[in-house]
């Protein structure tokens, strides 16, 4: 992960900073004693463990305070002892500004709690006290001094697909139905096929830049589908929709059409849709839930669709066929 890949929020948007190694998340408090500390990510989830960035400006542009949510107060970290803790000031201590440093290979999706002034980095661990603490920064790196963004909870606001830019990657023809009728009288007579198929279809919204959504985060948008020849969005329906997981559901597809049939005459009928991959590029926008402070994330949306939903009929005592244009529907 390179600098520019490594997503930094804006002021107003909580995170808890969970440590890679100690699997903990630091904490500011002064309701209870301990006052600071770090606990077990999946132990408990308190506002006193959120905290936001603050943007250095002039000569600490570059750099970011880290604020508590609960208290206001500052995270720092440093040489002297306490190495590392919190402190009111608003940021006017040069140990308060840190730059956050990417990680690389198994640490691609971590960073360094760096502090420039004192040539230190942040450590969470638990094999040794001082849990929390400095560690020379160009010494040797170790899995300790790793951490993550653990977001607060997200709305996500609405999805704009970029259809000038939706490419059908694949497609092929698939049978959904094959049915007969057969006319057991000695006189002609009008039958009627009925369709009512449902199809399987996926849908997977895929990360490309941006605030970095939360896996499984669950939204309910229109998403891309085939009608007659161009790609659209069904705004129409609106489905429960997991980030980064591939969702199944499935499109009904029906259809009412008349055949006639001769004396003691079958007549067949085969269904098919095009099924295929499409591809649309979007951005997400969401909102802080607790501060309204609002983010955008682009990706990809893939989904297998079907669409173009036809019929055939055969008459196979006289080896004809024939397509017909019936009234059909297709829907989620």
Known sequence: MSTQDLYIPPE???????GYRSQNVIFSRTAQQP??????????????????????????????????????LMLFSRRPTPNVGHVDGNGRFPDNWFILEPGRGQHANNFRVVTPSDGVTL?????????????????????????????EDMRV????????????????PLVIANQTLTNDTNLEQEMSFE?????????????????????????????????????TVDTSTTNE???????????????????????????????????GVLEVPFTMHLSSRSTGTRVVTRGKWHGVSTWDLRHTIYYPTNSTSREVSPTISSKL
């Open 12 to 18: 107003g948007i909580f995170f808890r900073l969970l």
């Open 35 to 72: 006052f600071f500390g770090q606990v077990p990510a999946h132990t408990s989830d308190w506002d006193d463990q959120y905290w936001t960035l603050v943007h250095g400006t002039g000569s600490r542009a570059g750099t970011f305070a880290i604020r508590s949510k609960v208290t206001g």
């Open 123 to 151: 450590v969470s661990r638990t094999h040794e006290r001082p849990y929390l603490w400095s560690y020379d920064r160009f010494s040797t790196i170790w899995p300790d001094q790793f951490f993550s963004f653990l977001w």
């Open 157 to 172: 606001d609405r999805v704009d697909y970029d259809l000038h830019l939706a490419q059908v990657l694949s497609s092929t």
């Open 195 to 231: 369709l009512n198929e449902s199809v399987q279809n996926t849908s997977t919204f895929e990360y490309s830049t941006g605030f970095t959504v939360t896996v499984g985060t669950s939204f309910s948008v229109g998403i891309p589908f085939i009608a007659r020849t161009e790609i």
């Open 241 to 275: 929709w997991s980030w980064g997981q591939q969702d199944t559901f499935g499109r009904a597809h029906t259809a009412n059409f008349p055949v006639r049939a001769g004396p003691r005459e079958t007549v067949r009928a085969v269904s098919s849709v095009n099924r």
